[in-house]
């Protein structure tokens, strides 16, 4: 199976920026549709974006769609998200998760539809 870890987590003040990476391991990148999701302290995890096998279809969240960019590199085995004019609300711990499902389920970004998942990283956004 895939393995993926995150990176890039950091502590920001609002407005600001910062780029995750997850790094995938163990089978081939380009098999699998990737996602981004958060989850804050006692909250449910959130689908935030996702991306097909090949990087040509993304997908956001109402909540990030215009400030938040997911893509990958698939020479790399890397995925990526790119957050911009980051807010409080936008903190939360934040994994990447793989499917090898290509029913199209995994676009609406609900976590079950996912089967991979990394340990996460943590986003601190201060006002």
């Known amino acids: 199976q895939v393995r993926l870890r995150e990176s890039g987590g950091a502590s920001v003040q609002a407005g600001g920026s910062l780029r995750l990476s997850c790094i995938a391991s163990g089978k081939p990148f380009d098999d699998y549709n990737m996602g981004w999701f958060r989850q804050a302290p006692g909250q449910g995890r959130e689908g935030v974006s996702a991306?097909?096998?090949?990087?040509?279809?993304?997908f956001y969240s109402d909540s990030v769609k215009g400030r938040f960019t997911v893509s990958r590199d698939n020479a790399k085995n890397t995925l990526y998200l790119q957050m911009n004019n980051l807010k409080p609300e936008d903190s939360a711990m934040y994994y990447c998760a793989a499917t090898d499902r290509y029913d199209g389920s995994w676009t609406d970004l609900s976590p079950a539809s996912f089967d991979y998942w990394g340990q996460g990283t943590q986003v601190t956004v201060s006002s």
């Open positions: 991306i097909n096998f090949s990087g040509g279809s993304q």
